[in-house]
């Protein structure tokens, strides 16, 4: 899937969200970070910026995207949660307040 450089930094932005909502980023999250990166095409630099989209204006940029792109986010965001061999609450709860933000009924399925 082709995403847009604003939708990329919102959905990094979103990975970065994700991976640190238990507090510890865990060698599998990196892992998966790492092939995500060559997935959707994005450096570690690209990170950086991402970090500078606040919460607000990444959901914004998420809930514009069509459909299908916000059921590749859902995946993404399932198997970034997934990385590290344990889903913690807070991963959980975090992705499923971004499928409400952006209008998708995708639940999280472990």
């Known amino acids: 899937m082709n995403f847009t450089l604003p939708e990329k930094l919102a959905i990094v932005n979103a990975i970065d969200a994700v991976m640190y909502a238990d507090g510890i980023i865990h060698n599998g999250e990196i892992d998966a970070l790492g092939l995500l990166m060559k ?41 970034m949660a997934k990385a590290d061999g344990f889903v913690h609450e807070k991963e959980i709860a975090l992705i499923i307040n971004i499928f409400a933000s952006i209008g998708i009924g995708h639940e999280f399925k472990e």
């Not at 450096?43 to 916000?70: C, T, W, Y």
């Open 39 to 79: 997935r959707i095409d994005f450096d570690s630099n690209f990170i950086v910026q991402a970090r500078n989209v606040s919460a607000k204006q990444g959901l914004l940029l998420l809930d514009g995207m069509p459909e299908a792109k916000k059921q590749a986010l859902a995946i993404i965001l399932q198997d």
